[in-house]
């Protein structure tokens, strides 16, 4: 595929090397970014979590344990540095971490730990970070629609969760500064798969809770996650729903692409298409990041690309 400035894809890159549901090494999704034609490929493994009941049940099943997730982060963490020159000149790979908000308690610490994380040389081991939300209140609402309906019924109902959600997510971006948020209404996932297809996401508290989180994304300089893997998931649609990108970008905000890539063949899946959508909700560019320097004592810049 042709590269073009505008292909830069900053949440993704997922391998079965450091997460129990992805495929692949990281240097074959790295391959994998080349041939998609990208400029610029981020690189945001899951952050490990912290306590026992926040394993998946795959992990499990597998015998993982807390040592062991957070063991994988350190190797990713110290292999990421390798592929980075390894790469240069065919592609520029960003270093990255997903952010979770779990344990609620103090989820606050243990990411900034992570995220502020340094070489041996003392210079910073990440680039940037994307925050994410696939929890509320403890309960995960990015797995099986049976987790879902118990958040909605921690919460008191549909509308009362997708409030949450949102509070959650302002709370997030306040707390955790990321370079970028993730997937923005992540909440729409499972809606159907839990039986609450009729239900519209476009209350007013909702539409208000959601105003409120993209005040926060604006406040802190945030670009949001034009997420191409609601068309995976089969949603017919990327993450935000188009009013979402119509209001956040009225409202200053930029977007980059994210794949979301969890294997080979989710690189640079989406893309081209989720230009052609960002252009239709009137989006005419995109906010990529930059790393700027030496790879070790590197800072990170944003900078507009146009469509
Ligand atoms: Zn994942
Ligand atoms: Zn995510």
């Known amino acids: ?72 982060f350190a190797r990713y963490t110290a292999h990421l540095q390798e592929l980075v020159p390894e790469f ?19 989820y606050v610490s243990l990411m900034q730990d992570f995220r502020n994380q340094k070489l041996a040389d003392g210079s910073p081991a990440f680039d940037y970070a994307v925050g994410s939300v696939h929890y509320v209140d403890e ?11 118990l958040a909605v019924e921690a919460c008191g109902g549909i509308e009362a ?17 990321p370079e970028v948020v993730g997937h923005l209404d992540l909440i729409k996932r499972n ?40 068309w995976r998931k089969g949603l017919g649609e990327p993450y935000p729903a188009p009013p979402l990108v119509q209001r956040a970008h009225a409202m200053g905000i930029g977007f980059c692409f994210g794949d979301d890539s969890h294997r080979p063949s989710d690189v640079g899946a989406g893309v081209p298409e989720a230009r052609e959508y960002l252009l239709r909700c009137g989006v005419p560019t995109v906010t990529v990041l930059n790393r700027e320097g030496a ?13």
């Not at 992805?22 to 041939?35: F, K």
């Not at 240069?88 to 103090?106: H, N, Q, T, Y």
């Not at 309960?139 to 309906?149: E, F, K, N």
């Not at 790879?295 to 469509?307: C, K, S």
């Open 1 to 72: 595929m042709e590269k073009s400035e505008w292909k830069v894809s900053l949440h993704g890159g997922h391998s079965g090397e450091f997460c129990d549901h992805a495929e692949a090494t990281l240097r074959e999704m790295l391959e994998a970014a080349v041939r998609a034609g990208y400029d610029t490929f981020g690189v945001s493994e899951h952050v490990p979590r912290h306590e026992a009941r926040f394993l998946y049940p795959e992990e499990v099943a597998m015998g993982w344990d807390i040592p062991k997730i957070h063991a994988d």
């Open 88 to 106: 240069e000149g065919r592609i520029s790979v960003l270093r990255g971490l997903e952010m979770e908000i779990v344990p609620s308690a103090k």
């Open 139 to 149: 309960v995960q609402i990015d797995a099986a629609p049976a987790s879902y309906l």
């Open 161 to 177: 969760l997708a409030v949450r959600y949102y509070e959650l997510v302002a709370e997030m971006a306040l707390a955790l500064r």
């Open 191 to 230: 809606l159907t798969l839990a039986g609450f297809g009729d239900f519209s996401l476009q209350t007013p508290k909702i539409q208000a809770a959601a105003e409120s989180a993209m005040e926060a994304v604006r406040s802190v300089g945030a670009i949001l996650d034009l997420n191409t893997a609601g």
């Open 295 to 307: 790879v070790m004592d590197a800072r990170t810049v944003q900078r507009v690309v146009v469509l």
